[in-house]
């Protein structure tokens, strides 16, 4: 079983690295040796199984620069999560029309941006994302809801890993 699962782990690496347009762009499979060694280490449940290759599925994502959400994909007022951000610090960019609140949740570690507004990542007015809102957002390795509080028009969002 575990030797399945490591060659599933270690193809979705490979699909995640191909797919891109630009090699140097993203990293093959990021967390993928350490997800391996874990499998090969110690017992795991396939729950457990699942949840490696989901968080090794969102480390690729985010470095490969294809974090990003939309109301045409999740609707207009979503709950996305939950998230897994790597530690790091990352650009966050919003657009929109109108207004929008997007709140975090941490459900384990510790994230936000310095400019956190009674847990909001973004608290903008008409206009002022048409052309992209963005914020420095910070991770120790953690995992979060985002909910948006508010959302009057169709948007977008996207996470850029910078380092």
Not at 23 to 32: I, L, Q, R, S, V
């Amino acid at each position: 079983m575990r030797v399945f699962v490591t060659v599933i782990v270690l193809l979705a690496g490979v699909m995640f690295a191909s797919a891109q347009d630009t090699p140097d762009e993203c990293e093959a499979a990021p967390g993928a040796i350490e997800i391996i060694t874990e499998f090969l280490a110690e017992p795991v449940t396939p729950l457990q199984m699942l949840r490696y290759i989901y968080e090794a599925a969102q480390e690729a994502l985010i470095a490969c620069g294809d974090y990003s959400y939309s109301s045409e994909a999740d609707g207009a007022r979503p709950v996305l999560g939950p998230l897994t951000f790597p530690e790091g610090i990352y650009r966050a960019t919003v657009t929109t029309e109108k207004l929008i609140g997007i709140k975090i949740f941490e459900l384990d570690g510790t994230c936000g941006t310095q400019a956190n507004v009674s847990g909001y990542l973004f608290l903008v007015r008409e206009g002022e994302a048409r052309d992209g809102a963005q914020a420095v957002f910070t991770s120790s390795g953690c995992e979060l809801l985002l909910e948006f509080a508010s959302a009057e028009d169709p948007w977008t969002l996207t996470f850029e890993k910078l380092r």
